[in-house]
Each structure stands twice: as structure tokens, then as C-alpha cells.
């Protein structure tokens, strides 16, 4: 009897669950290929949640003076002297002026232009930065703190002020493209917005006023030409001498010569320069007139990217054509502060050869005069 009940127990309950499994199956979350997981109701009235691009999220900007110390920023060497204080981006200064990646910037090589007992070179360029980013983001105080009477102040914009412009008007092309290109977004990447680190085009006075999606905060954006006004004017007022440089040129050939800038950063800041009666160093064109004198092959080696950052040997010709443009402006003011590499560089005068005339050139430069 017992063996029985046992039986009828057994078939009871898989009858049961015979039943069951339907109803379970109805109930359960259908998930598949083509069907979507079912929402509880008591989550179906929330809001779902946004997806947020990590870098769309506004957070506090670094504090400028310990991002400087974390770069290896330094003050001069001895405060008692003159400074020739250099204001840039990364093709002035690096990274950390360390030579990562095999770039340099011309001011890492440009100290053994002059004599240390006579003068700093202080190097307070910052990669990434624009004319516009470097007073905003906190940085141009903190070099004006170590301004002096006397003092001379290098100013090289360009290469991150593009990206920007007024609702209507037409963008500066990318700089770092041949003409009438058009980069696609990297794979896996949206395409990119506003540049709101850069600055407006040209030299006039209009503004235009952007969010900046790192702090959340509205910028208001200057010219090109009225942010290397404000530069003059601050380093005036301390009774220092600024010197406008044009960029240096980027490694775009352009019908066998290299792209100028002409119409665009190079234009402006001499314009901005004859306007404010300051020197002008046309790197642009000094050292694009050395790149088309070498050619493509030789001067494809002097780059550790493939067309904005120089290694040491491109450096090295950059900081030449540096002073050499010192050595052209009125008056020769830094002369006396060249030490003998400095002083072997003849001033620039529209021909290629950038040291004594009878220099033997080569790769990376120019070799000490001949015997």
C-alpha cells in the first residue's frame, strides 16, 4: 500500500510541475537576440540612465602651479641676471623637456645659444596650450611673476589655436593637414567638436563665448591677435621686451616646398607685431626656406612624429633659426648675451646658410665654421 501512496505522490507532483512550467516560462525574463530583457515595473518609471562621455564631465582644472612642478618647470637659474623667458607650446618645450617619444622643442637646445653667466634662458612653454588656453588656464600669471625689468619675453602661438570660430564664418583649416583634406575621426572615436582651448581667427575684436566641457564653465574666446596683444601689453608693463615669433612650420609639402602659414598664424602675428612696434622671429619662414633647401628625405629625419615635433637634430635647426631671427631685429639687443655657439650664428638676412658663410651644412645643423 505504502509503494502505491509513494507512486501517486510522484505523479502528483510531476503532474504539477507539468503545469507549472509554462506559467514559469511566461513569467521569466525572454532575453535572445532579438528580444529585449523585461523591466520590473516598480524600475520601469525611472528615468534610464545617459550614458556620459567620460571626458564631456566637468571637473575641477588643475591647479597651474603644481601642473608646472609636476612638468619640471623652473625659475632662473640666478634672479639676479636677465632673463630670456620663452612662452610656447610644445614645440617650444616638449612634455616634460625630457625627450619622450624623441621630441624636442627648440628651447631645450637653444640655452647653449647663450652664456649662462649672463643671461637665463628659462623655458615656461606648455604642450597642448594655445594663446588663449595658457591665460586661462592660469599659467601667463605665473610666468608674469617672474618678469623683471629688463627681461626679454619670446612669444610662439599657433600650432592649438584653430578649432574655433564665430557661427557662420568659416573654420582655419587643420594646420596639421595638406590642403583640402579632411581627417576622419580615429576608429572607435566621434568626431571632434569646438577646440574650446583655441582661439577665435584673425586679429580683430570679437569674442564668442564657449562651454568648456572639462570645467563646465563658459570662456569667453579672443582673437589670435588680441590674445598676442594682451602678452605684449602685460610684458610692457613690467618693463620687459616681448618678441613675437611666428609658429614654427609643420613637415607639409606642398608642390616640393613646405606649407607656409601665411594667410593664417603666420600672417597675423606679424601684423600684430608692425602694429605694436615689437621684433618679429619669422620662424615660419626661416626655417620652411632651411626645410625646402634640404628636401624631403633629409628633413623626414628631423621629426620624432609624423610632421609637428622635432627630435634633438630638428631642434637644434629650429633654435638656430631662433637666433638667427634675434640677430636680424634692430639694434642686436641679445648679442651680448650669445656665448661662441650663439655668436657663430649670422643674422638672418633671407638666405638659407644660418651660420658664418663659410659653415659646412649637414644634418641636424651646421657644423662649426671650416679651417
Known sequence: MSRICSTLHVS???????????????AAPQTGPNTAPQVPSSARSAPPAATTDARAIPRTPPDPRTQEKDLGLKPPNNPSLPSLILIGDSTVRNGHGRGDNNQ???????????????????????????????????????ALELIKPGDFVLIQWG???????LPGT?????????PGATPPPPAGMRPRGPNVR????GVGEETYDVVNPRTGKTDTVHTYGWYLRKY?????????????????PRKIWVDGHIRRNTTTYRGWAQQVAA???????DLNEIIARRYDAMGPEAVDGL??????????????????????????????ALAKYLSDKGRAIAPYNGNLSLSNSNAVPRKGGYSQPAP
Not at 118 to 142: D, E, P
Request: hydrophobic share 45%; glycine share 12%; proline share 7%.
Open 232 to 248: 605684449i601689453a602685460d610684458v610692457r608693463a613690467k618693463g620687459a621686451t616681448p618678441i613675437i615669433c611666428s609658429l614654427v
Open 104 to 142: 624636442w622643442g627648440w628651447g631645450a637646445p637653444l640655452v647653449d645659444f647663450f652664456d649662462p653667466a649672463k643671461i637665463n634662458v628659462v623655458n615656461r612653454a606648455i604642450g597642448g596650450l594655445s594663446s588663449h588656453s595658457y591665460i586661462s588656464g592660469g599659467h601667463w600669471a605665473l
Open 12 to 26: 502528483f507532483l510531476a503532474a504539477a510541475l507539468t503545469c507549472l512550467l509554462p506559467l514559469l516560462a511566461v
Open 159 to 165: 600650432h592649438n589655436d584653430g578649432g574655433i570660430h
Open 303 to 332: 621629426f620624432g612624429d609624423p610632421h609637428t615635433h622635432t627630435d634633438m637634430a630638428g631642434a637644434v635647426i629650429n633654435a638656430e633659426a631662433v637666433v638667427s631671427g634675434l640677430r636680424a631685429l634692430p639694434g642686436d
Open 198 to 201: 583655441g582661439s577665435l581667427p
Open 275 to 281: 602694429e605694436q612696434h615689437v621684433g618679429f622671429v
Open 170 to 178: 568659416s573654420p582655419v583649416p587643420d594646420q596639421g593637414l595638406a
